[in-house]
């Protein structure tokens, strides 16, 4: 199927994906340097899981003669700050951490490989969603957020993982001149990535897939998170910041019983949904199965404990 047609009615004007390619090239870098980057929303101040990123993405950086670079993430527009690109600027200075590239300032960037704010990168990734979806590999989902809620609660009742996939994605498969036609109507739409349906390649279980792994330092990122989006919705913050406890005492348990893993570092968030605990270190495999096991009999517990 011809989904060209498709793709010039969604991005007409977008460059070809080779502009970007030539505009972009290979940086002139000696062999093995590593080009990394610290990349926050400017929502708020850095906490220090930040700073800790930046500790370890330059030291990266500078010891293979590489790049760190800075760039914003403002997709986020509604609880974006004023002057907060500035703020986090100014933070990352107060510990000298000054990027060879990207933002240094509101307004200002350095560098050749810019913009260095994901917002103004606008044209860039039209052109390879519109590469995208000439491939079948996008397309145009015309889903309300009324649908999306329905699908949900059906997804719900029947006990079913939550999401936008297979039988419940009506719109993969809409004839391409149908979609034209909403398109050019006005209708509303957001790019889907089509899914090849590799269930071969499909993790059913990850601690075993851990367990299983021959790449022994493995670095993974463990999210524990008590509540749902429902759950959190009406609480205050002061209730929130009970899970500061909650999540030590989680947090305790995990190091007692996996002692060998190499907690790199932890940090709580609050400046989202819910309150969440991050985990990242590199795992000792034959472990994580049993922790798995010992910590999920004592959710209920923490629950209880909370008055959930």
């Not at 030539?22 to 899981?49: C, N, W």
């Not at 429902?230 to 899970?243: G, I, L, P």
């Not at 348990?253 to 790199?264: E, G, S």
Request: proline share 5%; glycine share 6%.
């Amino acid at each position: 199927m011809d989904y060209k047609d498709l793709a010039n009615a969604i991005y007409p004007d977008a460059k070809p994906i080779e502009y970007y390619e030539e505009k972009y090239g290979p940086r002139d870098l000696p062999q093995g340097a590593e080009v990394t980057r610290f990349a926050p929303s400017p929502t708020g101040f850095v906490h220090i899981g930040g700073l800790y990123q930046c500790i370890i993405n330059r030291a990266l950086a500078k010891q293979s003669n590489g790049v760190f670079m800075l760039r914003i993430e403002d997709t986020d527009q509604v609880r974006k700050i004023e002057n907060g690109v500035n703020q986090i600027v100014e933070a990352l200075a107060k510990f000298d951490f000054v990027p060879d590239e990207g933002m240094i300032s509101e307004t200002e960037e350095k560098g050749s490989y810019g913009p260095y704010k994901q917002s103004m990168r606008r044209e860039i990734y039209h052109s390879y969603a519109k590469y995208l979806i000439e491939q079948g590999r996008a397309y145009p989902c015309f889903a309300t957020p009324e649908e999306i809620d329905e699908i949900r609660k059906k997804q719900e009742a029947a006990g079913l993982r939550t999401g936008f996939y297979g039988v419940w994605a009506k719109y993969r498969d809409l004839p391409v001149d149908e979609a034209i036609a909403r398109i050019k109507n006005g209708d509303k739409f957001v790019i889907r990535l089509r899914s090849q349906g590799r269930e071969d390649r499909k993790i059913q279980n990850y601690f075993e897939h851990i367990s299983k792994n021959s790449n022994r330092d493995l670095c993974c990122e463990l999210i524990i998170e008590l509540g749902d989006m429902n759950f959190w919705q009406d609480k205050t913050q002061e209730y929130c910041y009970k899970m500061v406890q909650v999540y030590k005492e989680q947090l305790q348990d995990f190091v007692t019983a996996v002692p060998q893993f190499k907690i790199a570092n932890t940090v709580i968030h609050f400046d989202e949904t819910s309150p969440h605990l991050h985990i990242i270190g590199i795992p000792i495999k034959e472990r994580i199965q049993k922790w798995n096991e010992k910590t999920s009999s004592k959710i209920s517990d923490i629950y209880k404990r909370i008055a959930y």
